[in-house]
């Protein structure tokens, strides 16, 4: 991006913070916004001027805080998600941020958080991560509902807290070990 004066960051702002599309890659919103933000002192200033929220701002600043080779990413508009950018700059360490990064582009899944936790859990490189996480995907939708109690609900949710797990994740987890226990009970059954 060239450089910017007043009139051009707040064109890129208006035309690219009220649309569902955007014609313009994240770094150059962040860009515009980052010179709005120094021209006229707080995201509060920013915000009212172009007529969007003070955490909107904030969020499309997020992307200057993304290593240079990840920011390079999301110039390219390889990675165009503002969700994305939030988690992998949310990540621990810039080498960290980068592989996920990495793992994220071309990947069928666009959710940072299954490919990073398979980099920490299993020490692989980010490219066998991204590998793992697109083969495990499902090809269809499967819904489950459960009907819980207020106690129970919430005291899943703070044992998937507790273990840093998505309470999906969690689900797949017991359910997995309460059918592989299932199964052996079984057996056991069947072979006197």
């Known amino acids: 991006m060239t450089e910017l004066d007043e009139t051009q960051a707040l064109a890129v702002l208006f035309a690219n913070t009220r649309r569902k599309k955007r014609t313009a890659d994240l770094i150059t919103v962040a860009r515009s916004c980052q010179y709005l933000l120094e021209l006229y002192g707080s995201r509060k200033a920013v915000a009212d001027r172009v007529g969007i929220s003070t955490e909107m701002i904030r969020q499309f600043l997020t992307p200057l805080r993304l290593p240079p080779e990840a920011q390079r990413l999301v110039s390219e508009r390889k990675i165009d998600s503002v969700d994305a950018v939030a988690k992998i700059?949310?990540?621990r360490g810039r080498r960290?941020?980068?592989?996920?990064?990495?793992?994220?582009?071309?990947?069928?899944?666009?959710?940072?958080?299954?490919?990073?936790?398979?980099i920490k859990t299993s020490r692989i490189t980010a490219r066998g991560a991204k590998e793992r996480v697109a083969r495990s995907k499902l090809k269809g939708l499967n819904l489950f509902v459960l009907d819980l109690d207020d106690a129970t609900f919430n005291a899943f949710r703070k044992a998937s807290k507790q273990l840093r797990l998505?309470?999906?994740?969690?689900l797949k987890l017991v359910l997995t070990d309460w059918l592989r226990k299932r199964?052996?009970?079984?057996?056991?059954?069947?072979?006197?």
Do not use: I, M
Not at 166 to 170: E, F, R, S, V
């Open 96 to 118: 960290r941020q980068v592989q996920a990064a990495r793992a994220l582009v071309g990947s069928t899944s666009y959710d940072v958080r299954d490919v990073n936790r398979l």
């Open 89 to 91: 700059v949310a990540l």
């Open 183 to 192: 199964r052996k009970t079984d057996r056991g059954q069947e072979h006197p």
């Open 166 to 170: 998505h309470p999906a994740d969690l």
